[in-house]
């Protein structure tokens, strides 16, 4: 089992930043593949970010490019969603997970990943 808690949410204003932080426990956590979803309202759960279990390689949605970082630091078992020029349209519910298996570049889903957080709102407002 692979329990993950997700903190750093609630409100600001847009333009500004917020970090978004996740702790896991109950095993290795530099064997697993961490990743980043959200879901609005009214929405679907979808992709955000991901990162490999060394680091090196991540992917993100397109519209988060250039203004979201996902990092991961192994020895404190925390990943780290890192934004920047926040928009209203980002307001969701922010969803840390995790998942065994191979890194890939292309968008992952939600049946893809194994383990998930509770979630952490995030309001961008105007």
């Known amino acids: 089992q692979v329990q993950l808690v997700e903190s750093g949410g609630g409100l600001v204003q847009a333009g500004g930043s917020k970090r978004l932080s996740c702790t896991a426990s109950?095993?290795?956590?530099?064997?697993?593949?961490m990743g980043w979803f959200r879901q609005a309202p009214g929405k679907e759960r979808d992709f955000v970010a991901a990162i490999s279990w060394s680091g090196a390689s991540t992917n993100y949605v397109d519209s988060v490019k250039g203004r979201f970082t996902i990092s991961r630091d192994n020895a404190k078992n925390t990943v780290y969603l890192q934004m920047n020029s926040l928009k209203p349209e980002d307001t969701a519910v922010y969803y840390c997970?995790?998942?065994?298996?191979?890194?890939?570049?292309?968008?992952?889903?939600?049946?893809?990943?194994?383990?998930w957080g509770r979630g952490t709102q995030v309001t961008v407002s105007s």
């Open positions: 109950g095993r290795t956590f530099g064997n697993l593949i």
């Open positions: 997970a995790a998942r065994q298996g191979p890194f890939r570049n292309t968008a992952y889903g939600v049946d893809d990943f194994r383990y």
